[in-house]
């Protein structure tokens, strides 16, 4: 019967089947089959292939966030923040648990594989990656060799875990190593330094010799090659334009650093969004990839954002010695169907646009985009991003110099051309430096391109950038943490006069509860289940003050527990009595004074990983500083209250 054709009455049309004849609406179905058909002519007028990569974006961000929501959170975003926290002595449930490891390779992998369209790198996720492994490893030796488990073990395995992530990601084993110490800690001990270098040698090497086995290169090489020359590299005149790049990256990252902390923070304060993330994160993450997706679009937006070049091939071509400007000044070359290896360049070159305005156009667009990609659930780095976009800002200054003085610039008498690409790399690591507030990412450009002939004027640009970010905003990992108000202590920040003048005794806390040994054990008992503290300091005697040691909550509770109800008549147990039966005790190691500085207490907390320390005065236990304290002493430095 469905095989059953005919005309309407009175129609010229084309056979319809009877089953659609007699089925309940026709001309409504017909008129939503027409639509659709049209629909698709004008959708597909430009290749359908384009629209089902748009939707590859988009399913790569939603199979990425999947796998976190699947088995947990602590996958999601970049882990470098968490990690700060961890080596500041706070312990992050399940953060380094190995169970997480399998998710978070999953989700890189789908972030890794949208491209261009999210945008983002893997160098935060596989710090996080390799500090599992070692927190793992920490505890396989720890239980092989049959050692007492020993805090500052795992921290040794910890911090050349981290190194280790960074110099396998960019086969870069000293800029990662000291990359790794200036963002994760304040201080560093030297014996952790061979440490650090020796497993992340291990795993550059490595990484860079899968590549020859695989025949991706015949030897071993850096990652990104450039033919800089290197007589005459630059001249002395162009150490002016180098510093000038620098600043203007310092500037760029105080206003990226200012909006991208404000936005985050928008987003978690917003009623909309914060619903949003807290109930339906497959959705936020979906409508964000969707807008991504339809910006870096190649036929339309992403022809002037060089979308169809990936990360690598981003820097390949930014890093490129030719001027690009002269090169098309009396030219108009086409614009390849495909990516031309041997002439990425003719990605950033449009006859209308010219190249300075796409990279105008690259720096506009990515300077938001990057911003809202960075509120995506899923585990992503923010590196490379960053560390690309500065390399264009150098590259439009570096073309326009080389507009201004096409012949080169005069020196001595001798004329040497401008090079684009030297002014690229410096801005990838003025600006990344900035960014994150380390000096390292200029030792990681000579590695990466495997060339130091600019380490000056490169060294000088970092410094110059990071001059004036470091003294505007706080880092692109310390803003996060602010904003996901995570447990860390934050720097004294201008180091005035006034703030050495400031004692422990201007702010610590005088309502301490002590513990005398005399104390009878109902007063014990009410102390013990109307406070929540996890140690209680004890002392000598109620009348004397003196602090002798501290005895843990958990411990006193165990001991209260196996007490015997019954005991002497006529006898009053105390205390005292307690910890003769075996209630475990520690020494007071380290104590403050109230005449201790805010600086040398910072100090010790910093150094020494520590949460809380007692303050005694001539032996007296008169008050306590914890991590609250510190950090309220530190904001009224910086926001004096309103005087009353």
């Known amino acids: 019967m469905e095989e059953l054709v005919g ?70 975003g970049s882990g470098i923040p968490e990690l700060k926290t961890i080596l500041s002595g706070v312990v992050l449930e399940d953060y380094l648990d190995i169970t997480n490891f399998g ?98 040698t291990c795993g550059a090497f490595t990484f860079r010799l899968l590549s020859v086995f695989n025949s991706e290169e015949e030897t071993i090489t850096c990652l990104f090659k450039t033919s800089f020359p290197v007589d005459i590299p630059y001249d002395l005149p162009e150490i002016f334009f180098f510093v000038a790049l620098g600043a ?29 993330l807290a109930t339906s994160k497959p959705l936020y993450s979906a409508l964000a990839a969707l807008v991504l997706a339809s910006i870096t679009y190649p036929p339309g937006a992403g022809r002037f954002l060089a979308s169809r070049l990936s990360m690598s091939e981003h820097l390949d071509s930014l890093f490129d010695n030719n001027a690009w400007a002269l090169m098309t000044r009396n030219s108009s070359p086409p614009w390849p169907t495909e990516p031309d290896p041997e002439n990425l360049w003719l990605e950033w070159y449009h006859p209308r646009f010219t190249i300075f305005g796409t990279l105008a156009f690259f720096l506009v667009m990515k300077f938001w985009m ?12 923010y590196f490379m991003p960053i560390f690309i976009f500065g390399a264009a800002t150098g590259r439009l200054l ?70 004036i970010a470091q003294s505007c905003q706080p880092s692109f990992y310390d803003g996060t943490i602010i904003v996901k108000k995570l447990p860390y202590l934050p720097r004294i920040r201008g180091r005035k006069i006034g703030s050495h003048r400031v004692t ?48 843990g909550r958990a411990q006193l509770v165990q001991a209260l527990q196996a007490e015997s109800p019954s005991w002497a008549p006529g006898h009053q147990r105390c205390l005292q009595d307690i910890l003769a039966g075996g209630c475990p005790t520690e020494p007071v190691t380290l104590q403050l004074s109230p005449e201790t500085s805010l600086h040398q207490a910072h100090h010790l907390f910093e150094l020494l990983n520590l949460q809380l320390l007692f303050v005694t005065s001539r032996g007296r236990a008169v008050g306590s500083v914890s991590w609250a304290e510190m950090k309220k002493a530190i904001s009224n430095l910086t926001n004096p209250p309103a005087p009353k």
């Open 103 to 200: 998710a978070k390779v999953v989700g890189l992998s789908c972030t890794l594989a949208a491209g261009s369209t999210i945008f983002l790198g893997k160098v935060g996720p596989f710090v996080h990656l390799s500090v599992m492994i070692a927190a793992y490893l920490g505890r396989v030796r720890t239980k092989t060799i049959g050692e007492p488990g020993n805090k500052s073990k795992q921290n040794e395995m910890l911090v050349a875990g981290a190194a280790v992530g960074v110099a396998t990601v960019f086969a870069a084993p000293f800029s990662g190593v000291l990359f790794s110490i200036e963002v994760m800690s304040s201080h560093f001990s030297v014996w952790d330094y061979w440490r650090g270098f020796f497993a992340a």
């Open 248 to 276: 203007i990256c310092g500037v760029l990252s105080c206003a990226y650093l200012f909006c991208q902390r404000t936005f985050l923070g928008f987003t978690k304060t917003n009623w909309f969004f914060s619903k949003l």
């Open 370 to 381: 990057l911003i809202l990609a960075t509120t995506i659930p899923i585990p992503a780095g």
């Open 398 to 467: 570096g073309e326009a110099l080389s507009v201004a003085f096409p012949e080169g610039i005069v020196a001595g008498g001798v004329t040497n051309p401008i090079v684009p690409g030297a002014y690229a790399l410096a801005g990838a690591a003025a600006f990344s430096g900035a960014v994150t507030h380390t000096i390292s990412t200029a030792l990681l450009a000579f590695e990466l391109t495997g060339q130091i002939v600019h380490s000056l004027p490169v060294l000088m640009a970092v410094l110059a950038a990071n001059a």
């Open 7 to 76: 005309l309407r009455e009175g129609s010229s049309g084309d056979p319809v089947t009877l089953q659609e004849l007699w089925g309940p609406c026709p001309r409504i179905r017909r008129g939503i089959r027409g639509g659709l058909e049209w629909l698709k002519q004008k959708l597909f007028r430009v290749g359908e292939d384009w629209y089902f990569l748009m939707t590859l974006g988009v399913l790569m961000a939603l199979i990425s966030y999947a796998m976190n929501f699947a088995i947990g959170r602590v996958v999601q």
């Open 504 to 551: 422990v005794e201007h702010f610590m806390n005088r309502t301490v509860t002590t513990l005398a040994k005399d104390t009878p054990l109902e007063e014990v008992v009410k102390v013990v289940t109307s406070t929540d503290v996890a140690e209680y300091p004890l002392v000598e005697s109620t009348e004397s003050q003196i602090l002798v040691g501290i005895v």
